[in-house]
């Protein structure tokens, strides 16, 4: 699709002459006698390229670009000016025009200006695109939720989106805690800033000063050359630290220092760098058990949860089960290129009735795999059966709870102990067994202090 141009000069012969030449090459124009009937045009019609003269009776072109709609109508704009006046031509181009060109016109010099201002516009409309598939996919008001636990969390998330406040978000693995932060984050004031995302379990303890904080050449060995830290590449969006309750005790204290001062020293750097991040955390971890054990920095963790959502596991949350599940059965339907229709009320039930342990994460897996083996055009208990082994807590072992109550840490212990016993200790395998992710397995074990595997996790 051509891109539009409307010309705007106060000369007729000038607008008739680069009509000819830019009709000729392809594009579609429009024209415009003066400044305040470009404006109308504009507001109206939403061209992508203005090439306007410089000065003309009424509004002149400076002016008539600082009038111009904002952003996503904003167009690329272009000056022309006489040699006398290029000195303001340049000034316009501080101010915010794409280029300037000088009169009289040269046909080259012009469609190659013009060719230049249609690649950004192309960019310009490819990135604003880009954004609004953002923007939708994390919306608040899509996170789907009407348990009373969502809902409050959802109205924090609505209150805290516009503000720059340091927040915490608690929750199992597999709860939709990046989700949350970065429905956040694009609905917040930072929403053209970057968003960026560290895993703090993943991330070996020598190597996390340089990922935050970056380095200069020299700093250490094998450092040759400059890098930017996620803090500066988050400069005026917003940093995730995931798995806050895995970073090292020794560079807590750092992070405490960069809230508080709002400035980052690189390694091997003298200076320090201003930046302007908003930092949303989030555990699976009791962090409040972690600082009366001394792992974790009271002054951060108080640092951290100025404001806190807490996401409840799927188990308690079972109402938004079929919902989340027509959801991913369209997902993988589109991504698949299916027609699947429906899930059958048996295969519904059963999802409903199984524990859950790995949360919306397993739910996903469980429905994206169901899509993919269906030929049906209707999920049945038979493409789910399988993947809903019976055992796994609040599943389909008929377990009968005494009159006077039961420990449920102690049940879910002695799961992870007979799993570990039936995997021959490893790890992984006791992960598969109960339909947990391997680091939350790993977490468990260190909760209930069992002993942790002595081989070869696989």
Not at 264 to 280: A, E, H, P, S
Request: net charge neutral.
């Amino acid at each position: 699709m051509p891109a539009v141009v409307l010309i705007v000069d106060d000369e007729p012969l000038q607008r008739e002459i680069l009509k000819t030449i830019l009709d000729a090459e392809g594009y579609e124009t429009r024209t415009a006698g003066g400044g305040l009937e470009a404006l109308r045009m504009a507001k109206e019609q939403h061209p992508d390229i203005i090439l306007t003269d410089l000065k003309m009776d009424g509004m002149n072109g400076i002016e008539l670009m600082e009038a111009m709609p904002g952003e996503p109508f904003a167009p690329t704009v272009i000056i022309m000016t006489a040699h006398g006046t290029i000195s303001s031509a340049v000034a316009a181009v501080k101010k915010g025009a794409f280029d300037y060109l000088t009169k009289p016109l040269e046909k080259d010099t012009l469609i190659l200006t013009l060719r230049r201002a249609e690649e950004r516009v192309s960019l310009r409309k490819e990135n604003l695109h880009l954004q609004r598939e953002l923007y939708g996919r994390f919306k608040i008001e899509g996170i789907i939720g009407s348990s009373q636990m969502m809902r409050s969390a959802i109205d924090v998330m609505k209150r805290a989106s516009p503000t720059a406040v340091t927040m915490l978000v608690r929750g199992e693995s597999g709860t939709g805690k990046e989700l949350v932060a970065r429905a956040i984050h694009y609905n917040s004031p930072r929403k053209r800033g970057q968003f960026t995302a560290l895993n703090c379990a993943a991330i070996p303890e020598g190597l996390f000063e340089s990922e935050l904080f970056g380095y200069e050449p020299g700093a250490f060995t094998g450092a040759s050359g400059l890098k930017k830290g996620l803090f500066e590449e988050a400069d005026g969006g917003t940093l995730f630290l995931d798995e806050i309750g895995d970073l090292p005790f020794t560079t807590q204290s750092k992070l405490l220092r960069v809230i508080q001062d709002k400035e980052i020293r690189r390694l091997g750097g003298k200076n320090t760098v201003k930046v302007d991040v908003r930092i949303i955390a989030a555990t699976n971890k009791d962090l409040e058990k972690e600082v009366s054990k001394g792992a974790f920095r009271e002054d951060l963790y108080w640092r951290l949860k100025v404001v806190t959502i807490d996401l409840p596991p799927l188990r308690e949350r079972r109402e938004d089960i079929p919902e989340l599940a027509d959801l991913f059965m369209k997902k993988y339907s589109r991504e698949f290129g299916k027609r699947i229709k429906g899930i059958e009320p048996s295969a519904l039930k059963a999802l409903g009735d199984y524990g859950w342990p790995g949360n919306i994460r397993q739910l996903e897996s469980v429905v994206e795999k169901a899509v993919l083996v269906n030929d049906t055009g209707i999920i049945g208990l038979s493409d789910i059966g399988n993947d809903l082994r019976p055992g796994g807590p609040g599943g389909a072992y008929d377990i009968d709870i005494p009159e006077g109550g039961m420990d449920f840490e102690e049940l879910e212990k002695e799961l992870i102990r007979k799993a570990m016993l039936r995997a021959d200790g490893v790890a992984a395998k006791a992960a598969r067994l109960l339909g947990m992710s391997y680091k939350t397995f790993l977490y468990r074990l260190e909760k209930f202090n069992l002993a942790p595997p002595d081989k070869e996790s696989a």
